[in-house]
């Protein structure tokens, strides 16, 4: 998430219509990791992630925090499928541990989601309708996670 990508309009028509954005604290995180990492190798980067920085600490998004109940979801989502799910249509990018912890952050993710009431929207359908069923699992009588495609953000 940077200024000029595919979210940026979508974020811009959600400040129009003061509509606050829920993002996930793993969220936040992993984009701040993927900008601050980028700016390492190129300083426009800085830029993009000093954007981040005022849109996160800003009115427009609300984290969902990873608190003590989505911590609790979270380790019980772990022990229900600890290891990242491939297939041979859908391999995993990344060496193994790079794919590890980008499991344990979808689960974080999808924790403090869920416990947040939050919907996700994402292009890692996969993965999240996996963790969504695994909730149902877990938590039968509740609202289940909601799980959407991300919307196509491109101009019209």
């Known amino acids: 998430m940077a200024p000029g990508n595919r979210h940026e309009l979508r974020l811009l028509e959600r400040a129009a219509a003061n509509d606050p954005v829920a993002l996930a604290a793993p969220t936040v995180m992993e984009i701040a990791y993927g900008l601050s990492k980028a700016s390492l190798r190129d300083e426009r980067f800085l830029a993009a992630g000093a954007w981040f920085t005022r849109l996160v600490t800003g009115d427009l ?43 344990l952050l979808d689960i974080q993710i999808a924790a403090c989601a869920w416990t947040a009431g939050a919907w996700l929207r994402t292009d890692n359908q996969h993965d999240f309708q996996l963790l969504a069923r695994l909730l149902s699992e877990l938590y039968p009588n509740t609202a289940p996670l909601v799980v959407e495609p991300a919307p196509d953000l491109a101009p019209t």
């Open 61 to 103: 998004v609300i984290v969902c925090a990873l608190d003590e109940h989505a911590a609790l979801v979270a380790g019980k989502l772990r022990a229900r499928h600890p290891l990242p799910p491939t297939t041979a249509q859908r391999p995993r990018k990344g060496t193994k541990p790079d794919q590890r912890a980008a499991w």
